[in-house]
């Protein structure tokens, strides 16, 4: 390891963001990137191994979240109240991230294989969520549908929360979609 | 167009799966699956954009059945209803083709660009559906969720069908799933 440099990883975030702003990601360079951050290269690939990965470092924390939140849930509560209570773990996860969310949304719909990357952050995170259901004892088919279910409430909701006005939080969201989902399978 | 060749696309496809089966996806050439199939390779290229097309060529018309099965359900019905009756035309045509869905399943599992691809296809089923019922006038986010909703279910009903024994149809596991996703919402 080199020399410690402070709140590196937050650095190169926030290089990475302004330059994939300005010039597109795919003429963004790691080089460039260090160089705005004023770190090295080699500081780079200790905290990131591309400049992809720079959009998708935070997959990892939120799937952690995810399944961590699961454990808010009585052992006997049912299968969409457990999963309700890892959406609210993450939704509040989101508070004061909307700005950053919003860029982050901005570069990845603009790239073809961005949005094929956050396809299979998303799969991957109903795969965990499905497999955390069964741990605690929700059989098959139902642990497969409450987590898609629950990665469709949170994929509409963010949606929502980043082409809303800012003034209502994920939380708002995730509620709203989560209710709507309720409705439309009850044939409201 | 050069001349006439019967059956041409059939017997590519066919061609292709069993030299994805024996020798792998990335191993098989287009020249290879035309020589197999009897054909020049300007009448694969007549019929398929390259090698990964053989395998996601059903795509576009799966989407159609889709849109136009919304079309069997009364003006009036709940969403749930409509995407059931979208879900119900697609699993009748899959009747008779589960030992080529097993064999595009487990060569597609293998390989993770067609994972991805697979992924992206679901997602456009998703929006395409969902575009369908806001054309129909279920509003937001219902006309989202329900149409995630019912992408969960072929998902899920998918997996069920190929990893069953063969006994019982897709309409039968797309129902299973779907009384699955009601009573996981309702909380059961």
Redesign the interface.
């Known amino acids: 390891m080199g020399r410690w440099e402070p709140n590196a990883r937050g650095r190169l975030e926030q290089a990475a963001m302004e330059l994939y702003g300005e010039r597109g990601y795919e003429q963004t360079t790691v080089t460039e990137i260090a160089k705005r951050a004023g770190l090295s290269e080699r500081t780079f690939f200790r905290h990131y191994a591309d400049k992809r990965e720079v959009l998708f470092g935070g997959s990892a924390a939120l799937q952690d979240l995810l399944v961590a939140g699961l454990g808010d849930a009585p052992a006997s509560a049912?299968?969409?109240?457990v999963v309700a209570a890892a959406l609210d773990a993450v939704a509040a996860s989101f508070d004061g991230r909307r700005e950053f969310a919003l860029r982050r949304q901005g570069i990845i719909s603009a790239n073809a294989e961005l949005?094929?990357r956050e396809?299979?952050k998303l799969?991957s995170l109903s795969a965990a969520l499905a497999g955390a259901l069964r741990a605690r004892g929700v059989a098959?088919?139902?642990a497969?549908?409450?987590a898609?279910?629950g990665i469709?409430?949170f994929?509409?909701a963010f949606?929502?929360w980043t082409d809303g006005d800012g003034t209502r939080s994920m939380d708002h969201f995730t509620h709203?979609?989560l209710e709507?989902?309720?409705?439309?399978?009850?044939?409201?």
Not at 78 to 81: E, G, S
Request: glycine share 2%.
């Open positions: 049912p299968a969409i109240d949005r094929e396809l299979i799969a098959e088919p139902a497969s549908l409450a898609e279910a469709a409430v994929k509409v949606e929502r709203e979609a709507a989902l309720r409705a439309v399978t009850a044939g409201a």
